[in-house]
């Protein structure tokens, strides 16, 4: 393996759950030394996720969310409960470039590893901290899942059905890989301003703030307009039709977008119906907006005659954007994404080897990223406190008996 792009950044990671380890995981990758303090008195939560691969008992290190999100780092195992164990913690920073958290406001200045403390012992230390609404503002205290970020951020009110009006929960845990895919930037930001300068900083990451920069539209509408915007299906204000229409088969379904007055009018020819063109109502994006309910009817009658690749195969030979709706097995096995590289069999010591989603870009100067198993727990703690921190073997065990190192 050539050298990697942050190779020498060494990043104490004090993250859990989805969101801060996904953001690890993409310097991880791209060469960052980063080391994964956990512990078994208060395991990741991911951990102790019952989803296993199949076959394996499910334990601390076989939980297949955790290995999915925490290849390429290392762990080492640490009870900040403890005060030789905030100590141990502050050394591993005193060797790091970086240190992350996700968690509660406050958090970390208990255990005495906040901002203000570190900087103390490391003027040039980058801390990047990520919690449910930031460091500071009346609300710094809340803490909550990625449903409650989504409701408060205003996102659960547009994602609705227009029929309904009743607010709807986007499915699985969208917006912490969004804020995941954010923080690497700002991260990789302040490695950048220290390279210049010398100078460390903090960076007080809102997951609140996260999910609002993906409704600019709705927040646009209510500044500039006045309107506050309700549950909107699958409305595209700049085109009709546009939504998911069943196919033939059990739980098919296609997604068409039709962007222009010309895309509208192969629609009709490749459906046979050129009698929707002449129908003046539906003449222009106007029209087909007002009326779309009925042109979604229409045309599901047309798709549910049909399988997903006739219709897709149809309509983009058109112009006409469309493509199937897949689900996680047909994604796992879609040959576009095999040939892109984007599963990687990642060689598990207890589960074996099994394909993992891997980041979604490719470097052409980094042809071989980092994509080695997450540790066990505490698989590195040899290598962190015997070779980083320099402690005996005597040390280390005596350390483990006083559950300091548990």
């Known amino acids: ?44 939560i991911l951990r102790t996720n019952p989803f296993a691969a199949t076959g394996v008992e499910a334990g601390l290190n076989q939980a297949a969310g955790y290995n999915c999100l925490n290849y390429a780092k290392k762990g080492c195992t640490i009870n900040l ?45 980058i801390v990047f901290s990520k919690n449910t609404m930031g460091a500071y503002g009346r609300e710094k205290h809340l803490f909550g ?13 547009i994602t609705g059905y227009e029929d309904d009006g009743l607010p709807q929960m986007m499915g699985g845990t969208w917006p912490d890989y969004t804020i995941g895919t954010y923080s690497p930037f700002a991260i990789l930001a302040a490695i950048y301003h220290k390279k210049k300068t010398g100078q460390g900083m903090y960076v007080d990451y809102s997951m609140c703030e996260g999910v609002l920069t993906m409704i600019p539209e709705a927040v646009l509408e209510y500044t500039m307009n006045g309107r506050v915007t309700g549950p909107q299906g699958n409305k595209e204000e700049l085109m009709a039709p546009h939504g998911t229409y069943r196919c033939m088969g059990d739980d098919k379904w296609v997604a068409i977008a039709v962007a222009s007055d010309g895309e509208w009018k192969q629609l009709c020819k490749v459906t046979g119906h050129d009698d929707w063109l002449r129908e003046e109502k539906y003449a222009d994006l106007y029209g ?17 005659e049909r399988t997903v690749r006739e219709v897709t195969e149809l309509l983009q030979s058109a112009g006409v954007a469309a493509g199937p709706v897949q689900n996680s097995d047909e994604v796992a096995t879609d040959p576009h994404l095999i040939a892109r590289e984007q599963f990687i069999e990642i060689v598990h010591p207890e589960t074996g080897s099994k394909p993992m989603p891997v980041l979604p870009v490719k470097l052409s100067k980094v042809p071989h990223p980092n994509y080695v198993s997450a540790p066990l727990i505490g698989e590195h703690n040899d290598y962190v406190f015997g070779e980083l921190l320099g402690m005996s073997g005597q040390e280390i065990v005596q350390l483990m008996e006083e559950n300091v190192i548990v």
């Open 1 to 44: 393996m050539g050298r990697l792009p942050l190779e020498g950044i060494r990043v104490a990671d004090f993250t859990w759950a989805l969101s801060g380890p996904y953001a690890l995981q993409w310097l991880s990758v791209m060469g960052a030394e980063v080391i994964r303090i956990e512990s078994t008195l208060r395991p990741d």
């Open 81 to 125: 409960q403890t005060a030789k164990g905030k100590e141990l913690a502050k050394r591993i920073v005193l060797k790091s470039d970086v240190v992350t958290d996700s968690f509660a406001h406050g958090v970390m200045e208990r255990y005495g590893l906040g901002y203000e403390q570190l900087r103390k012992m490391k003027p040039e230390i």
């Open 145 to 157: 899942w990625g449903t409650a970020v989504i409701s408060y951020a205003g996102l659960a009110s």
């Open 288 to 304: 087909r907006q007002t009326s779309r309910h009925e042109l979604d009817r229409l045309i599901g009658e047309w798709t549910k």
